[in-house]
């Protein structure tokens, strides 16, 4: 007991001497982990960023902000959180095959954007407010976001809409979005 004693007031000792050290040292790690999460933002921030692409009709920055290998794993595991990463794992993203899909997809998303450009005169495309954040599994979240529309038709009319919109977001990309 008594060698006990005689350690905890050695490390009482070296903590007394060294308090200003020890104190910027916590400061430093704080910093760290502040900026890690300022950085990575989140699920809301990803989802915050792919409305605003679409917004801008930015088509590099909307299809950069979502993951069409999560995308297909997400289909293929039946919509089953358990089941995404062994699929997303199965996928190879080199054969031939996937980059056709891959491809395909992204012209897809390209057309989208173009359309909705195209066809609107004036529109925005904004997060109103974010409803829910659920953590699935391991960098899987589903977020709950409620979006407002407002558009000008060719006809010089005016639509305004909010709606609530269900985004999943896979290791900061967005992998699927359903209307709720």
């Known amino acids: 007991?008594?060698?006990?004693?005689?350690?905890?007031?050695?490390?009482?000792?070296?903590?007394?001497?060294?308090?200003k050290l020890l104190l910027i040292l916590i400061a430093i790690i704080v910093i760290i982990i502040?900026?890690?999460?300022?950085?990575?933002?989140?699920?809301e921030k990803v989802v915050k960023a792919y409305i605003g692409a679409m917004n801008d009709?930015?088509?590099?920055e909307f299809i950069n902000n979502m993951d069409l290998r999560g995308a297909m794993a997400w289909s293929k595991?039946?919509?089953d959180e358990n089941k995404f990463q062994e699929e997303y794992d199965n996928i190879d993203v080199n054969s031939e095959?996937?980059?056709?899909?891959?491809?395909t997809a992204e012209k897809g998303l390209e057309s989208m954007i173009d359309m909705l450009d195209d066809n609107l005169e004036d529109y925005s495309i904004k997060v109103k407010e974010f409803k829910d954040t659920e953590k699935l599994t391991k960098g899987l979240y589903r977020v709950k976001v409620q979006i407002e529309t407002k558009a000008?038709?060719?006809?010089g009319e005016e639509e305004e809409n909010t709606a609530?919109?269900?985004?999943?977001?896979?290791?900061n990309k967005v992998i699927d979005m359903e209307n709720d």
Do not use: R
């Not at 060698?3 to 490390?11: P, Q, R, Y």
């Not at 502040?34 to 699920?43: D, K, L, Q, T, V």
């Not at 009709?57 to 590099?60: P, Q």
């Not at 000008?152 to 006809?155: A, E, P, S, V």
């Open 152 to 155: 000008k038709n060719d006809d």
């Open 77 to 79: 595991c039946g919509e």
């Open 34 to 43: 502040i900026a890690i999460n300022f950085i990575s933002g989140g699920p």
């Open 57 to 60: 009709a930015n088509t590099e």
């Open 164 to 171: 609530t919109a269900t985004f999943l977001v896979y290791n």
């Open 1 to 19: 007991m008594k060698k006990i004693k005689n350690i905890l007031a050695a490390v009482g000792s070296v903590v007394k001497s060294h308090i």
């Open 97 to 103: 095959d996937t980059k056709k899909q891959f491809e």
